[in-house]
Structures are given as structure tokens and as C-alpha cells.
């Protein structure tokens, strides 16, 4: 049972160009959650999203940042005009539709450096 | 502002030693969860506890949770160099509209030396 897949786990872009992250929920699970990580400091949430709907985009920025979850294929982050600022580690997290459990899964993360 | 907070920030201990965390929110909760992440690497989980639970364990893992004080306590025994990593509690707000919006502290950083 495959656990939660991102890629590219590493992604280098140019100021300006565009960054597509992908996130494959564990099999089984319809609750998708993306997180940021900056350099020494903790997870900041950004949006939670089940298949074809985003639920919560509270923490996602208001410009370049947008997320689906559509109802083939993994969720996509996606990153229009790259700053520096946006260099941070990405990560995935799923979570089954019951509501009995709490927990989610989270996957390795993708590393993006802007240059 | 963070919800978590983990006290402290850093800790160095010898191998074998016992390592105890500490994390404040300050809202109330339904969980709180703890998760582990070496470095450069996701997070994964430990162990989570409910707000009607005082104490739970897992192997060398326990956690205590005061709903009061609104805190939480991770307490590693008999430490190992691999226990070497970034410890980080997030807290559950509960399950309303059938999911939970988990939030981060920032973490503890644990170095075990061997």
C-alpha cells in the first residue's frame, strides 16, 4: 500500500516561470491538504481540497498560487510567476473520508528553490 | 499566529537519556497530534491524543495532554541517535465539515549524541 507520492521531490525554477507540484493521495483517501515549510520553521497550511472541490484556501497567498484535486489524476499546486520568496519545502498530506479518524499522511515534500 | 508552540526550540542530549518536549496552544482543541521529521525529509506521524485523554503511550513515546494549562508534553525515554530529528505538535480543530484543519507549531529540534 503505497503511501502518499509528490513529485518532483526537487524542482528548480527561474524567477519568473511557473511550478507544478503533484500530490497522489494514499489509496483510498479523497481529502487532500497542502502544506509550506520554510527554511526553520513549521508546516503553514494552505488549502484542503477533496476531489473536484477545494474546501479551505484559507492560507493560500490571494495571487499566483492556485490547487486542484480533480476527479482523475493526482492534485496539482501550481505556482505562476516564481519569487524568491516562494523557495519553501511543499508538502502533501491525505486523509480518508471518515470521520472517525484524525489523522493525516503525509507525503515527502518537494524541495523548490527559485533562482 | 502559530496555534502550537514547542518548548524548546532545541535540545542536546546524550544517548540513553530521557528528552521531553514541550507545546502550548491556545485555543481549545480536539486532538493533538505529534509528528517527527528528519531532516530533509516529510513528517511522520507518532501519536495522537484526544482532549478527553490525560495520557497515552507508544513504545518508548508518551505524551500527556492538561486541557486546563493548555499544553502537552512528549517525553522520549532511553534516547537513541536515530531519535535525532525536528518534533513538531499540531493541534486538531475538530471535525466540521467532515475534515480537520491541523495546525503547526514550530517545532523542537532534538539532537541525540551518541
Known amino acids: 500500500n503505497a503511501g502518499v507520492m509528490q513529485n518532483p521531490r526537487h524542482l528548480v525554477r527561474r524567477r519568473g516561470q511557473e511550478a507544478r507540484l503533484r500530490c497522489s493521495p494514499m489509496?483510498?483517501?479523497?481529502?487532500v491538504y497542502w502544506y509550506r515549510q520554510l527554511p526553520e520553521e513549521g508546516l503553514k497550511f494552505m488549502v484542503y481540497?477533496?476531489?473536484?472541490?477545494?474546501?479551505?484556501e484559507s492560507g493560500m497567498p490571494k495571487e499566483r498560487f492556485s490547487a486542484e484535486f480533480p476527479k482523475e489524476g493526482p492534485s496539482i499546486l501550481r505556482i505562476q510567476q516564481v519569487v524568491r520568496g516562494d523557495s519553501a519545502a511543499y508538502f502533501c498530506?491525505?486523509?480518508?473520508?471518515?470521520?472517525?479518524?484524525?489523522?493525516?499522511?503525509f507525503g515527502p515534500g518537494t524541495r523548490l528553490t527559485v533562482l | 499566529s502559530q496555534q502550537g508552540e514547542e518548548d524548546p526550540q532545541a535540545l542536546s542530549i546524550q544517548e540513553g537519556e530521557n528528552a521531553t518536549m514541550n507545546c502550548s496552544y491556545k485555543?481549545?482543541?480536539?486532538?493533538l497530534q505529534w509528528y517527527r521529521q528528519n531532516s530533509g525529509r516529510g513528517l511522520v506521524h507518532l501519536i495522537l491524543?484526544?482532549?478527553?485523554?490525560r495520557e497515552k503511550h507508544s513504545g518508548r513515546l508518551r505524551v500527556t495532554l492538561d486541557t486546563s494549562k493548555k499544553s502537552s508534553s512528549l517525553l522520549i525515554t532511553a534516547s537513541r541517535a536515530a531519535d535525532t530529528a525536528s518534533y513538531f505538535c499540531?493541534?486538531?480543530?475538530?471535525?466540521?465539515?467532515?475534515?480537520?484543519?491541523?495546525?503547526f507549531g514550530i517545532g523542537t529540534k532534538l539532537q541525540v549524541i551518541p
Open positions: 498530506a491525505s486523509s480518508p473520508p471518515s470521520l472517525a479518524t484524525d489523522t493525516q499522511y
Open positions: 489509496k483510498g483517501h479523497s481529502h
Open positions: 481540497l477533496q476531489k473536484e472541490n477545494i474546501i479551505d
Open positions: 485555543t481549545s482543541i480536539n486532538n
Open positions: 491524543i484526544r482532549s478527553n485523554e
Open positions: 499540531a493541534t486538531g480543530g475538530g471535525n466540521s465539515g467532515g475534515y480537520q484543519k491541523v495546525t
